[in-house]
Nanobody, 121 residues
């Protein structure tokens, strides 16, 4: 089995920063693709940032210039550094990963349990 374990959420004032992390645990052969999504109350889940196995990154317009996604392949971990936070960033943030497990012929998509980020005005 594979689990994505997120940490780092919390409450922060507008203009502040938070750093999220997501560690993949289990019998992992390779992690192809990693991403962060978020879902605010009454809204659909949306992509925030993504990073491929070769380090190519992409961001939602709302995250550009403020958020930075990175990965540590040795630790099977993806990070999201969030700066200049505003109340519109309040949401549950989810880690998403495409993982090839040891012994499996194909990779599958996995989700973390989510971590709450609340930005007060």
């Amino acid at each position: 089995q594979v689990q994505l374990v997120e940490s780092g959420g919390g409450l922060v004032q507008a203009g502040g920063s938070l750093s999220l992390s997501c560690a993949a645990r289990g019998s992992i052969r390779n992690i192809n693709f990693l991403a962060w999504y978020r879902q605010a109350p009454t809204k659909q889940r949306e992509l925030v940032a993504q990073i491929s196995s070769d380090g190519t990154v992409a961001y939602a317009d709302s995250a550009k210039g403020r958020f930075t996604i990175s990965r540590d392949n040795a630790k099977n971990t993806v990070y999201l550094q969030m700066n200049s936070l505003n109340p519109e960033d309040t949401a549950v943030y989810y880690c998403n990963a495409n993982i090839l497990r040891l012994g499996d012929p194909k990779a599958y998509w996995y989700w973390g349990q989510g971590t709450q980020v609340t930005v007060s005005s």
